[in-house]
Every structure is written in structure tokens, then in C-alpha cells.
T-cell receptor, first 116, second 111 residues
Framework: GENVEQHPSTLSVQEGDSAVIKCTYS??????FPWYKQELGKRPQLIIDIRSNVGEKKDQRIAVTLNKTAKHFSLHITETQPEDSAVYFCAASFPNYGGSQGNLIFGKGTKLSVKP | DGGITQSPKYLFRKEGQNVTLSCEQN?????MYWYRQDPGQGLRLIYYSQIVNDFQKGDIAEGYSVSREKKESFPLTVTSAQKNPTAFYLC??????????FGQGTRLTVV
């Protein structure tokens, strides 16, 4: 069935280092891939997204890459800071899920810890 | 808190009791979703709705029910059939195939 796998589940880096989180998806028809950041006890908030007609997108220290052939996409955070510590979720749209369009299926999340 | 509101923030349920979680949005979004999040876990889809008066089961619909009588409202009822309801519940809305906006969540605890 429809699935999004996310790795790693936890990631610890030193401040200033880069962090990479990877996701794979099961449906080649998926065409929208958002990334969310969730701080403790708060709602997930969108940090960056990419559509299937684009291979890479950057926004300051954050970038997302998409490989449609391999059905995987990655989040890259450079020059990490302590305030980047949070849980990050990837998601993919599944146009054929349940007969409807555009439902998001989320990965299980990655807990990122940035040590000062 | 822009556009999508969940209430209450905290909710306590006794054994065998049904409770209803509210979700309202003023973003004119067609789609609305309910997710469950267990401590340290990801987001699991309970129910979703693409249009008024229509909704579909997600991965973990057993023990839950929803209604979509108005475009802006998508309440979730946790029934007594849900044996382990203690969790953080998140409502979201979106236009089709675009960014989902989340409410602030409802933390449900069985007492």
C-alpha cells in the first residue's frame, strides 16, 4: 500500500554541521513533497516543499532534493543551529489514495538534536 | 494562529465515554484531515474529507467517527470502541495537493 519511509529516526549533530534526512515513497504518481518541522508540544509547520517537476529547491540554510526515478527525496540543513532541534516530518501526496486526490501520507519523523 | 482552530486544547475522557474534538477553518480549504500522534511517534491518518458531506477512512479509523456538514468544520468523535485513545490529535486542512495547515492540537487523556 501507500507508504513513506523516513530515515534516520534520530539524528544528533554538532552546531555548524550539516544534517540530512531521507525519505522514500511508494507511489510513482506522487507529485508533491512537503517537509514539516514540529517543535515539542506544537503543531507541525511547513518549512519547504517541492513538486515533481523540480529536482532541487533551496531556502537559505534549507534545501530539498528529489529523485523521481528512485522515488526518494531528502532534506538538507546546513550550518545547523540549536534552534533547528525539533522533529522533522516528510510527506508525499498520493493522488490515488482511497480514490481521491492529493492526500498526504507522512513519514514517522526524525528527531534532530543540535548540540551547542 | 492563522485560520484553523482546534478545541479544546486538553480533554479528559472516562472509560466508556464518547468525546468530540472540534476543528474549524476559515481558509476556504476543500480538504480536511485528522491525524493521531502518539508520544515520540509520527502522524497517522484517521479520516479525511475532500468535500462537504463526504469523508474517507484513513489508516486507523476504527473507534473514530467524523462528519462534514459544513466546509469549515470537521469534528472528530472518539468512541468507546477506541481502546487506547490517549494521544495528541491534530486536525489539518488544505486545498487539494498543496500544503496542509495544522491546528494547535488536542491532547486527549483517558482517566
Amino acid at each position: 500500500g501507500e507508504n513513506v519511509e523516513q530515515h534516520p529516526s534520530t539524528l544528533s549533530v554538532q552546531e555548524g554541521d550539516s544534517a540530512v534526512i531521507k525519505c522514500t515513497y511508494s507511489d510513482s504518481a506522487s507529485n508533491y513533497f512537503p517537509w514539516y518541522k514540529q517543535e515539542l508540544g506544537k503543531r507541525p509547520q511547513l518549512i519547504i516543499d517541492i513538486r515533481s517537476n523540480v529536482g532541487e529547491k533551496k531556502d537559505q540554510r534549507i534545501a530539498v532534493t528529489l529523485n523521481k526515478t528512485a522515488k526518494h527525496f531528502s532534506l538538507h540543513i546546513t550550518e545547523t543551529q540549536p534552534e533547528d532541534s525539533a522533529v522533522y516530518f516528510c510527506a508525499a501526496s498520493f493522488p490515488n489514495y482511497g480514490g481521491s486526490q492529493g492526500n498526504l501520507i507522512f513519514g514517522k519523523g526524525t528527531k534532530l538534536s543540535v548540540k551547542p | 494562529d492563522g485560520g484553523i482552530t482546534q478545541s479544546p486544547k486538553y480533554l479528559f475522557r472516562k472509560e466508556g465515554q464518547n468525546v468530540t474534538l472540534s476543528c474549524e477553518q476559515n481558509l476556504n480549504h476543500d480538504a480536511m484531515y485528522w491525524y493521531r500522534q502518539d508520544p515520540g511517534q509520527g502522524l497517522r491518518l484517521i479520516y479525511y474529507s475532500q468535500i462537504v458531506n463526504d469523508f474517507q477512512k484513513g489508516d486507523i479509523a476504527e473507534g473514530y467517527s467524523v462528519s462534514r456538514e459544513k466546509k469549515e468544520s470537521f469534528p472528530l468523535t472518539v468512541t468507546s470502541a477506541q481502546k487506547n485513545p490517549t494521544a495528541f490529535y491534530l486536525c489539518a486542512s488544505s486545498m487539494i495537493n498543496t500544503e496542509a495547515f495544522f491546528g494547535q492540537g488536542t491532547r486527549l487523556t483517558v482517566v
